[in-house]
């Protein structure tokens, strides 16, 4: 019998209009996908220091979802900019499509953003709606395990005029749940 990995959980506290909206929990493929996956889980916590390319903090803390369709997914990722044009990995720039394995088949689910094959970086998006034509072009690298009503009070948020309006941000309050080994 082989060695059975639980697979990590990390979190988001988030606040809309810097009102606590609740707590989005976090399961990451690590079997699937265990390079992006690391990518994510030091993204939260903001051990790698500095980015190479933006010279900026390798850290999710107060970025905002800056691209938010209905019945599509809610975008984030960007710490340097914070419009959909900066980020980096923590190798560095961009990195390769790890695994396209998983599918785009449910709500939820979440999945690097990126600008054509081989071009992970730090954004991310989490899908509220099957979307099935994203398979193949960006990996899925794990799901939502609490809070979707909080992914869903975000992806409901008045954005007809401008994103601005409201700011969703990542708290300072990041946990992640190691490895256990069974």
């Known amino acids: ?75 984030g990722g960007d710490f340097s900019e914070g419009n959909g044009r900066g980020g980096e990995s923590i190798y560095g720039g961009f990195f390769e499509d790890e695994s396209f394995a998983v599918k785009h ?15 992970n970086g730090s954004q991310f998006f989490i899908t509220t709606k099957p979307t099935p034509h994203l398979d193949g072009h960006h990996v899925v690298f794990g799901q939502v395990i609490s809070g979707q009503e909080v992914v869903r009070e975000i992806e409901n948020q008045k954005t007809d005029a401008a994103i601005s309006e409201f700011t969703v941000h990542f708290n300072n309050l990041i946990k992640i749940f190691s490895f256990v080994f069974a």
Request: hydrophobic fraction near 35%; charged fraction near 25%; charge should be positive.
């Open 1 to 75: 019998m082989g060695i059975k990995v639980q697979r990590p959980r990390c979190f988001f506290d988030i606040a809309i209009n810097n009102q606590p909206a609740g707590r989005v929990v976090f399961e990451l493929f690590s079997d699937v996908c265990p390079k992006t996956c690391e990518n994510f889980r030091c993204l939260c916590t903001g051990e790698k220091g500095t980015g190479k390319s933006t010279q900026k903090p390798l850290h999710y803390k107060s970025c905002l979802f800056h691209r938010v369709v209905k019945d599509f997914m809610v975008q």
């Open 105 to 119: 088949n449910k709500e939820f689910l979440l999945s690097m953003a990126n600008r054509g094959k081989d071009t």
